[in-house]
């Protein structure tokens, strides 16, 4: 039983670590990172360094209704996962967002 225990807190902890095995949406500290990331395709580094509205900007994405995997690219910096077509919901978003928190 104690080996069983032991394994079940080795593969949570290695999922935690690496950001692996338990999917999910990505928390506003990840999508405020990567707000702030230049080389992101969704950094906001150029508008803003405001750290108050970066954490807005991610809070409102991470409440939109984008989906996790599209979220999940944004943190990832995949363009092409997050940043096609397919994935026009996250354009309205982050206007909606940026309305919000620029404004007020």
Do not use: W, Y
């Amino acid at each position: 039983m104690t080996r069983t225990v032991a394994q079940i807190v080795c593969a949570v902890l290695l999922a935690a670590l690496t950001g692996c095995g338990l999917g999910g949406r990505p928390s506003e500290d990840d999508l405020a990172e990567a707000l702030r990331d230049p080389s992101n395709f969704m950094s906001v580094a150029g508008l803003t360094t405001d750290e108050q509205i970066i954490d807005c900007l991610a809070k409102a994405l991470h409440d939109s209704e984008v989906s996790d995997e599209t979220l999940q690219a944004i943190v990832d910096n995949d363009r092409a996962q997050g940043g096609n077509d397919a994935n026009a919901d996250v354009v309205a978003a982050v206007q909606a967002a940026m309305l919000k928190c620029f404004m007020g």
